[in-house]
């Protein structure tokens, strides 16, 4: 019998190299998002618009598993690699604040809707994957796809894009990132996202 | 020496073009946005009538009527829509998702009282997305430069042309007596924006430079609509880090998920659409 376990423990092993605590990105997912929902759906201020709040969930419940140092390298592309490692950590620490807060003015707006998970399989030694969902929105029209790309980390899947409706959350600043670095240099585009994220901590506050 | 009105016309209007192409060039650098100076002028001109006219009436009209009057307004011209949606799907040679949408007009406007209740999707058949403007993409044709329309909003060169045809096709617009059509045409437009209310505030907070954020977003949405959801990965070439590239890679599968009517097509436009 013990013989028995130690073979299936070794073959558990074996299939799953890099496997601590890792929960399968799907899974991840799912849990997540129904968590997050359950809590919106009985919290009447995040539902009137208290971003502050929703804020709060949104830094315990979401933050953890997602690498904000790989979405701005991503919104950032080559640009990245002139800043310096400080402007690095400015930059995504800036960047992150206004995700972060984007993602609870969302949460904010939650109605009703649902979300559906599509089937995902991992296939084995996979280490960047998709998984697909979408937000059901109940009779006002089509569906709208909202997936998450996830990356293997030695902490688990780290979510590093998301995409509403096939736009990228994240390369959608590409553009308007690269345009602020060619006015004012990285310091340049480092002085938007603070008066950006400084104007909407004034409104959230206001709420 | 004897060029005809229209061809000078045609001259002239290359030559400005010709011009902006140079002048976007030189400012932006954009090369998607060529005449990004026209259009940011465009697009602070449809915010403003946005937020003096169509918000407001839009919010108004969310306040006042209940939500499931809304979803019958919005199904009832989403089940116009359908008609014209399973026409383009015809066309980009996709017959099953066709009849799928002649089959959700049949069921809607009859058991669905006119379109108002979406039974169809009930019943398993899914809404669609298409328009003219994806036919002509799935037929390989490039998106030309990003354009801001007045009213309409962002638009290609080719979206621009596939607008004109729906707007030609556009049973509403067509619609006689025209008090009718008018009133439909306006709360068509006042419950769509409505739709979009919540969106909307969520731009406002996320966008660093909204003009550039909602071309983007644009931008993203017609190449993911064309792909009908699966587009192959951005060629991040400019990126030039070995580790998004191998991701890139790696995420090139979904293409071989796209319906097979429209593969060559889709791999013809490639070059294109990447820039």
């Known amino acids: 019998m013990k013989y028995l376990f130690a073979i299936l423990c070794g073959f558990i092993v074996a299939t799953t190299p890099m496997a601590q605590d890792a929960t399968a990105p799907d899974v991840l997912i799912k849990t997540v998002t129904n968590e997050v929902l359950d809590i919106v759906r009985k919290d009447k201020d995040i539902q009137s618009g208290n971003t502050r709040k929703a804020i709060d969930l949104v830094e315990a419940k979401v933050l953890p598993h997602f690498n904000f140092t790989r979405m701005t390298q ?11 490692p400080a402007q690095q950590k400015v930059l995504t620490d800036e960047f992150r604040l206004l995700l972060v ?16 998970f599509k089937p995902f399989a991992l296939k084995p030694g996979e280490t960047d994957v998709r998984v697909r969902t979408e937000i059901k929105q109940s009779g006002a029209g089509k569906n709208i796809e909202l997936d998450y790309f996830l990356e293997k980390a030695s902490s688990g899947w780290k979510v590093y894009d998301i995409e509403v ?24 585009l480092i002085k938007s996202l603070q008066a950006k994220n400084k104007t909407g901590e004034a409104t959230s506050v206001k709420k | ?60 009209y969310d306040a006042v009527l209940p939500s499931p009057i809304r979803t019958g307004v919005t199904n009832f011209f989403g089940n116009i829509d359908d008609l014209f949606i399973g026409v383009n799907n015809l066309l980009q040679g996709k ?49 030309g430069a990003y354009v801001v329309i007045p009213v309409f909003g962002p638009r290609t060169v080719r979206d621009t042309v596939g607008l004109v045809l729906d707007v030609q096709a556009d ?73 998004s590239l191998s991701v890139d890679a790696r995420l090139e599968e979904p293409r071989a998920e796209a319906p097979s009517g429209g593969a060559v097509l889709v791999v013809r436009m490639e070059p294109v659409d990447t820039k």
């Open chain 1, 74 to 84: 991503l919104a950032m592309a080559r640009d990245w690699r002139q800043a310096n």
């Open chain 1, 101 to 116: 807060r984007t993602y609870s003015k969302a949460l904010t707006e939650y109605k009703n809707q649902t979300i559906g």
């Open chain 1, 165 to 188: 409706g096939g736009i990228s959350l994240v390369t959608n600043y590409r553009e308007s990132f690269a345009a602020e670095v060619r006015n004012g240099g990285i310091d340049g």
């Open chain 2, 1 to 60: 020496m004897n060029k005809t009105l229209p061809t000078r016309l045609k001259s002239a209007t290359l030559a400005l073009l010709a011009a902006g192409l140079l002048a976007g060039c030189a400012s932006s650098g954009n090369p998607k946005d060529p005449i990004e100076g026209f259009n940011r002028a465009m697009f602070a001109f449809n915010e403003g009538l946005d937020s003096l006219i169509v918000k407001p009436v839009a919010t108004g």
């Open chain 2, 95 to 143: 017959i099953p998702e066709a009849f799928s949408d002649l089959g959700r007009v049949a069921i809607n406007t009859t058991i669905g009282l006119l379109g108002v209740l979406d039974i169809a999707t009930d019943a398993g058949l899914e809404k669609h997305n298409e328009d003219f403007g994806q036919t002509f993409g799935r037929w390989g044709v490039g998106n």
């Open chain 2, 171 to 243: 049973p509403v617009a067509n619609h006689r007596p025209k008090g009718e059509r008018d009133f439909a045409q306006v709360l068509r437009l006042v419950n769509g924006r409505a739709n979009l209310l919540a969106a909307d505030k969520v731009v406002e907070e996320a966008a660093l430079d909204k003009y550039s954020y909602v071309r983007d977003a644009y931008l993203q949405r017609r190449r993911n609509l064309i792909h009908d959801g699966n587009p192959p990965r951005e060629s991040e070439a400019s990126l030039d880090t070995d580790r």
